[in-house]
T-cell receptor
Framework: AQTVTQSQPEMSVQEAETVTLSCTYD???????LFWYKQPPSRQMILVIR??????QNATENRFSVNFQKAAKSFSLKISDSQLGDAAMYFC???????????FGTGTRLQVFP | EAQVTQNPRYLITVTGKKLTVTCSQN?????MSWYRQDPGLGLRQIYY???????DKGDVPEGYKVSRKEKRNFPLILESPSPNQTSLYFC??????????????FGDGTRLSIL
């Protein structure tokens, strides 16, 4: 069975600092994609970044980057130069070619302090 | 504008009163899905549809029904709602399977309260 684990229910960071959110996953598939979604208080689900498992290079989107450790099945999200608008719930998710679903973690609530 | 539209956004109702949450997408997407979000549990898939007239159960299908008569619409039906179905519901769509290169587009969510 495919599982996604986020072990940090809550995290906090000061504005302009860097924070890393952890995610581990378990799958027996060789082809899969990993995602980070952001859910601000407005409840929208916003795709932050995605990583193809076959790519060794870590994905980057502006201030957001991932540390993808395939052997360790780890997929952490680093937010640099944190901004107040980054405060949200963050969900890690995984999907494979052989299943028709996306599996989500339980989420990490990020607070950003001025 | 490309979007997934859910209605209603909020609903308070009573046990046993049938309700339908509508979902419509304007992107001609093949794949549509319903999730429920509960504190501490993340998002869990209820049902999904790979195409018109093709639906399948997700991880938590009990108490729910869906239909896909048209490509753009994927309503979620609660025939006899119970309090344990109080939750935040999301509809999502994508051009291919959700774990692929094309990301899912989510609706704005429907907050359901069953008394």
């Amino acid at each position: 069975a495919q599982t996604v684990t986020q072990s940090q229910p809550e995290m906090s960071v000061q504005e302009a600092e860097t924070v890393t959110l952890s995610c581990t996953y378990d799958t027996s598939e060789s082809d899969y994609y990993l995602f980070w979604y952001k859910q601000p208080p407005s409840r929208q689900m916003i795709l932050v970044i995605r990583q193809e498992a076959y790519k060794q290079q870590n994905a980057t989107e502006n201030r957001f980057s991932v540390n993808f450790q395939k052997a360790a099945k780890s997929f952490s999200l680093k937010i640099s130069d944190s901004q107040l608008g980054d405060a949200a719930m963050y969900f890690c998710a995984a999907g494979t070619y052989n299943t028709d679903k996306l599996i989500f973690g339980t989420g990490t609530r990020l607070q950003v302090f001025p | 504008e490309a979007q997934v539209t859910q209605n209603p956004r909020y609903l308070i109702t009573v046990t046993g009163k049938k309700l339908t949450v509508t979902c419509s997408q304007n992107m001609n997407h093949e794949y549509m899905s319903w999730y429920r979000q509960d504190p501490g549990l993340g998002l869990r898939q209820i049902y999904y549809s790979m195409n018109v007239e093709v639906t399948d159960k997700g991880d938590v299908p009990e108490g729910y029904k869906v239909s896909r008569k048209e490509k753009r619409n994927f309503p979620l039906i609660l025939e006899s709602p119970s309090p344990n179905q109080t939750s935040l519901y999301f509809c999502a769509s994508s051009s291919q399977w959700p774990g692929g290169n094309q990301p899912q587009h989510f609706g704005d969510g429907t907050r359901l309260s069953i008394l």
